[in-house]
T-cell receptor, first 114, second 113 residues
Framework: GESVGLHLPTLSVQEGDNSIINCAYS??????FIWYKQESGKGPQFIID?????DKRQGQRVTVLLNKTVKHLSLQIAATQPGDSAVYFC?????????????FGQGTRLTINP | DGGITQSPKYLFRKEGQNVTLSCEQN?????MYWYRQDPGQGLRLIYY???????QKGDIAEGYSVSREKKESFPLTVTSAQKNPTAFYLC????????????FGPGTRLTVL
């Protein structure tokens, strides 16, 4: 498969446990924050997003938390499964650029232990 | 079955040659994007197009060119001017004005020998 990132930050969790993936962002003026999942050899998949005027948003088995005070974004995955193994990227849409582009973070590799 | 396709999955070229990567979508999306991904890094935007016959440079457009003659297609040419072209290239599309939810293709791994 593709080598998405040889030296990415990694997180290992036991199957069934909850996972928390963190992301620090630098641009305090962003409209949206988004989480993508990328499996080996594939393109990223949209997971969930959150607008800058929200603190929390929940999806199916996932929750995104936004702390604008410390410029921190997190993705919580409940009851992790083997299929959750992937690289997770946070991304933001900076304000004032016509909402034209996503700015991606480095990514975190999540590994699920049986 | 709607989606976005890229071909080929693996591509090898000799140094100094131009190469064109294909990206096609049948999602009826107006906006399309090209990203480059290197090991240990996130995606970086090369070019994007919000509508047919219009496109803009992204953060790393030097050494690349695009065209948008059809809504469904957004080919990327990696020219000989690109100093380090070996990378994983990803194409994406979205509803215009909703680039918070981009749909990505499977990617093309380009290796320049």
């Amino acid at each position: 498969g593709e080598s998405v990132g040889l030296h990415l930050p990694t997180l290992s969790v036991q199957e069934g446990d909850n996972s928390i993936i963190n992301c620090a962002y630098s641009n305090s003026a962003s409209d949206y924050f988004i989480w993508y999942k990328q499996e080996s050899g594939k393109g990223p998949q949209f997971i969930i997003d959150i607008r800058s005027n929200m603190d929390k948003r929940q999806g199916q088995r996932v929750t995104v938390l936004l702390n604008k005070t410390v410029k921190h974004l997190s993705l919580q995955i409940a009851a992790t499964q083997p299929g959750d193994s992937a690289v997770y990227f946070c991304a933001e849409i900076p304000t004032g650029q016509g909402a034209q582009k996503l700015v991606f973070g480095q990514g975190t590799r999540l590994t699920i232990n049986p | 079955d709607g989606g976005i396709t890229q071909s080929p999955k693996y591509l090898f070229r000799k140094e100094g040659q131009n190469v064109t990567l294909s990206c096609e979508q049948n999602l009826n999306h107006d906006a399309m994007y090209w990203y480059r991904q290197d090991p240990g890094q996130g995606l970086r935007l090369i070019y994007y197009s919000q509508i047919v016959n219009d496109f803009q440079k992204g953060d790393i457009a030097e050494g690349y060119s695009v065209s948008r003659e059809k809504k469904e297609s957004f080919p990327l040419t990696v020219t000989s001017a690109q100093k380090n072209p070996t990378a994983f290239y990803l194409c994406a599309s979205s509803i215009r004005g909703r680039n918070n939810e981009q749909f990505f293709g499977p990617g093309t791994r380009l290796t320049v020998l």
